[in-house]
């Protein structure tokens, strides 16, 4: 299993864009990297899931750089309404009990 | 498309209680699974059903807890005899199968044990 690290928190403003790096040097060939979030007494919401390169919806970036050993994940803009649990992981959709969370990234924007 | 449902939402129960939840997944979705999470951690991956098949159980999954997916639609999650280290979120999510795959994720039920 690829593990990932994530900082434990991380402080915004109200506007600004927000970056979140997760490290996942053991990536596998057939691992997919998705992004979740979460709000206090919610279940995880899914927010973007890519393999290499860039992707983009329309609540978030995903940055993978070609060694795939890491990934960004861009919130533009943020509000209030994004302070939440941010969780990054690493695996083989194929085997989805392969997916494992980790302590996440708490994000905190501020007004 | 409803989205993942899970009932109850909250239930407090005495320790020694059994207790079941229940979780509807997302209309056509194969595969189900039951999480559990507490303050401050992630979700911790418990059970994996494919179809009505359990294909996987977590050690975390004692044998107080049972898990079944009969026709493979909703599930139930089962804890017998609880006890005050199982008050927890449990979480159930859903997905198609279809590569890549996603899990689409219910508000959970929140399980508090006096």
């Known amino acids: 299993l690829a593990k990932t690290t994530q900082p434990i928190s991380m402080d915004s403003y109200e506007g600004q864009e927000v970056n979140i790096t997760c490290s996942h040097n053991n990536i596998a060939t057939n691992d997919y990297i998705t992004w979740y979030q979460q709000f206090p007494s919610q279940g995880p919401r899914f927010i973007i899931q890519?393999?290499?390169t860039k992707v983009t919806n329309e609540v978030a970036s995903l940055f993978i750089p070609a060694d795939r050993k890491s990934s960004t994940l861009s919130l533009p803009r943020v509000s209030l309404s994004d302070t939440a649990v941010y969780y990054c992981l690493v695996g083989d959709t194929s085997n989805n009990n392969d997916m494992r969370f980790g302590a996440g990234t708490r994000l905190t924007v501020k007004p | 498309d409803t989205g993942v449902s899970q009932n109850p939402r909250h239930k407090i129960t005495k320790r020694g209680q059994n207790v079941t939840f229940r979780c509807d997944p997302i209309?056509?979705?194969?595969?189900l699974y039951w999480y559990r999470q507490t303050l401050g951690q992630g979700p911790e991956f418990l059970t994996y059903?494919?179809?009505?098949?359990?294909?996987?159980k977590s050690r975390l999954l004692s044998d107080r807890f049972s898990a079944e997916r009969p026709k493979g639609s909703f599930s139930t999650l089962e804890i017998q005899r609880t006890e005050q280290g199982d008050s927890a979120m449990y979480l159930c999510?859903?997905?198609?199968?279809?590569?890549?795959?996603?899990?689409?994720f219910g508000p959970g039920t929140r399980l508090t044990v006096l």
């Open positions: 890519g393999y290499k």
């Open positions: 999510a859903s997905s198609s199968g279809l590569l890549p795959d996603t899990q689409y």
């Open positions: 059903f494919q179809n009505e098949a359990q294909l996987e």
């Open positions: 209309s056509e979705h194969n595969r």
